[in-house]
């Protein structure tokens, strides 16, 4: 157990939706990263949220955004969503923005239909 | 594309054996992770490196790292089933501060 959590644990939805994923970090834990994996793959960096603001993104377009707020609970917002964008979404949280260890949440399943 | 590649993509051990695999990343980093995933849900943190070491011990863990041939390796002792899962390794660049980058990882599976 990471004390990381997720939510929803599965979700489907229709191509042109908007979801949103969420996480709740580790207490005390002021950076979110989010990433995207694939079947078969590695997990891909999108983002990072550092007291409240985006440090850092990976190579995702804009309809990929997120939030994160003072509880240590966040968001991942996708618009228009895509054939391609049906995979596990995992979040990490960690103590800094710096590359230390991350603690990984269990992650959301998205399949877009 | 993503810097780090685990070699080989899929490795079947028995039990009680020793399994190696390795990773090959591109540009310079501040430290390599370790990371396993079982049956596709979150990833565990097994152990960190940073690039001024070269070989740091576990439990049954041993992870070595050789920066002139940009490659690491993860030994995992005595295997046992409870070991089958994904290996993947993460490294952060040392020009791109904070994004961490997995390879495609290898898939292990320990015979009991």
């Known amino acids: 157990e990471t004390g990381v959590t997720q939510s929803p644990t599965h979700l489907i939805k229709t191509r042109g939706q908007q979801v949103t994923l969420r996480c709740s970090s580790q207490s005390g834990h002021n950076t979110v990263s989010w990433y995207q994996q694939a079947l078969g793959q590695g997990p891909q960096f999108i983002f990072q949220?550092?007291?409240?603001?985006?440090?850092g993104r990976g190579n995702f377009p804009p309809r990929f955004s997120g939030l994160q707020f003072p509880n240590y609970s966040s968001e991942l917002n996708v618009n228009a969503l895509e054939l391609d964008d049906s995979a596990l979404y995992l979040c990490a949280s960690s103590l800094t923005p710096s590359t230390d260890t991350q603690y990984f949440g269990p992650g959301t399943r998205l399949t877009v239909l | 594309s993503q810097q780090g590649e685990e070699d080989p993509q899929a490795l079947s051990i028995q039990e009680g054996e020793n399994a190696t695999m390795n990773c090959s990343y591109k540009t310079s980093i501040n430290n390599l992770q370790w990371y396993r995933q079982n049956s596709g849900r979150g990833l565990v943190h097994l152990i960190l490196?940073?690039?001024?070491?070269r070989e740091k011990h576990s439990g049954r863990l041993r992870v070595t790292l050789d920066t002139s041939k940009k490659s690491s390796s993860l030994l995992i002792t005595a295997s046992r089933a409870a070991d089958t899962a994904s290996y993947f390794c993460?490294?952060?660049?040392?020009?791109?501060?904070?994004?961490?980058?997995f390879g495609t990882g290898t898939s292990l599976t320990v015979i009991p």
């Open positions: 949220y550092y007291r409240e603001e985006e440090n």
């Open positions: 490196i940073r690039s001024n070491e």
């Open positions: 993460a490294t952060d660049p040392s020009n791109t501060g904070n994004q961490f980058y």
